[in-house]
């Protein structure tokens, strides 16, 4: 039989162990787990013609875990693959190339799927804290990471669209 002192020191052992889990947890929510990434169409669409310039197969982080996490496990993009990430409101965010292998375009998309800001996100120098990453800002409900430059050869730009097949994307996109 287990003596009360050993099985006293053993619940408190397991509670200081799940404490700091929850403290880890706190400021790192990337080390939840963020399951399947549902996959759609975004299509980007030019303001003044209509036509459109590019269709991108994108991972949809509409979660948080899923956001924090982004593109920080994935090795490359295809040419026309990409991740869309889905906020609950239009507001200033701010994204940073957390644990990148690759350089990006990161734009950000209001809530009735306009582009409101394009950034070319470079890989920070190796070695680079968390506290010292670039902040990438800019307004949005949807951010759209796409390779480095895609912006740029498709001609995507300021003021151009992006409609969204499925349930994630703007109500009139």
Do not use: C
């Not at 706190?26 to 669409?45: F, H, I, K, Q, W």
């Not at 239009?90 to 306009?114: C, K, N, S």
């Not at 912006?151 to 003021?159: A, L, N, R, Y």
């Amino acid at each position: 039989m287990v003596d009360r002192s050993t099985l006293g020191t053993v619940a408190l052992a397991l509670a200081a162990l799940l404490a700091l889990g929850i403290v880890a947890v706190a400021m790192n929510p990337g080390l939840l787990p963020t399951g399947e990434y549902e996959r759609t169409t975004v299509s980007v669409v030019d303001d003044a013609t209509g036509e459109t310039l590019a269709s991108v197969n994108v991972r949809v982080a509409d979660t948080g875990q899923k956001r924090y996490t982004g593109l920080s496990d994935t090795d490359s993009l295809g040419p026309n693959e990409g991740m869309l990430f889905v906020h609950d409101a239009d507001e200033q965010h701010a994204y940073v190339m957390r644990e990148m292998d690759f350089p990006l375009d990161i734009v950000f998309v209001d809530a009735d799927g306009t582009i409101t800001t394009i950034h070319h996100a470079e890989l920070p120098p190796e070695g680079t804290s968390g506290s010292d990453l670039t902040r990438y800002r800019g307004r949005g409900k949807y951010v759209l990471e796409v390779p480095y430059d895609y912006t740029t050869e498709h001609g995507i730009e300021p003021g151009d669209r992006i409609r969204v097949a499925g349930r994630w994307g703007p109500a009139d996109g």
